[in-house]
């Protein structure tokens, strides 16, 4: 088992800050950070026994600081199954923010659209998951420190501060979507016949992140929400390649909208 608490105090013990909410920034996400007050930036590299980052559009750091008057932390990078990092390690951030007192998560990433109705630039909430990696971050003796054998997870996200973001974002101009988010391992690419397959099963978008966070999260009582930003249509949706810097590109075009969602769920 890892010494979360370890972990935790030594990320409290570099700054005065003392983070109410934490962020995962997904890909091409992270210049949310430019936008905090009085921000430290640790990177992973300084943490003994902390998993590394190695994917473009994904620094490798923890930022603390203000946003919205809110004190925060920020993963400017997040660890993915297709890295090769062991599934444990991908979630170990989710419990070193459950040590560090983090009651609100919120969860980030862009994702290829599946439903038809979306477009690229839209931002999806996420109201439920399917886990189509078949792994688990749970599997392995259960720590009971953090929480239950068994979670339920009929509940994936809180729909209550959901509904207030929702609100106060159409009150701004900005028209939330909602979605089920497949997760799968990656790193290639859907293929067309995957994406139909994925479509038929309910998913309204695909990405290679999020569920493993979801479920940590939920097995330590850590509430949270959770926004894809679409990036491109999936695979065979039109007569296109992917690419991963089309990826990045959407995510900064949609920059001020998708920092004003963040900002409206730390305010409501
Ligand atoms: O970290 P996220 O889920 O935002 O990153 C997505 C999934 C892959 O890592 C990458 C593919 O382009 O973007
Ligand atoms: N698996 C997957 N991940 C993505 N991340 C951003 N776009 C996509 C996509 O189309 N498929």
């Given at each position: ?76 990078g997040r660890f993915h199954y297709y ?31 599946i439903n038809r109705s979306f477009e ?60 089920t988010y497949v997760w799968v391992t ?83």
């Amino acid at each position: 088992m890892k010494d979360y608490k370890k972990l935790a105090k030594h990320l409290l013990e570099r700054t005065n800050v003392k983070p109410e909410f934490a962020l995962i920034l997904g890909s091409g996400l992270g210049y949310l950070t430019k936008y905090f007050e009085d921000s430290h930036a640790i990177s992973y590299s300084e943490l003994e026994g902390f998993p590394q980052s190695t994917v473009e559009g994904h620094a490798g750091r923890f930022v603390l600081g203000k946003f919205h008057g809110k004190n925060v932390i920020a993963m400017d990078g997040r660890f993915h199954y297709y890295e090769g990092h062991e599934i444990k390690d991908v979630v170990t951030p989710i419990y070193v923010f459950k040590e560090m007192g983090i009651s609100r998560l919120i969860i980030t990433n862009a994702a290829g659209g599946i439903n038809r109705s979306f477009e690229p630039g839209d931002i999806v909430a996420i109201t439920d998951i399917i886990n189509f990696a078949f792994r688990n971050p749970l599997i392995g003796p259960n720590d009971e420190r953090y929480g239950v054998r068994f979670p339920d997870m009929s509940k994936t996200i809180d729909f209550d501060w959901l509904e207030k973001v929702e609100k106060t974002a159409e009150s701004r101009g900005i028209k939330l979507k909602r979605g089920t988010y497949v997760w799968v391992t990656g790193p290639s690419y859907e293929t067309p016949a995957e994406i139909k397959a994925y479509e038929f099963s309910g998913a309204d978008m695909v990405g290679m992140s999020t569920v493993p966070e979801i479920i940590a999260a939920r097995h330590c009582g850590i509430n949270l929400i959770a926004f894809s930003c679409i990036t491109n249509m999936a695979s065979g949706i039109l007569d296109k390649k992917l690419v991963h810097e089309e990826v990045v590109q959407t995510a900064q075009r949609v920059k001020s909208a998708f920092s004003k969602v963040v900002g409206i769920a730390l305010e409501v």
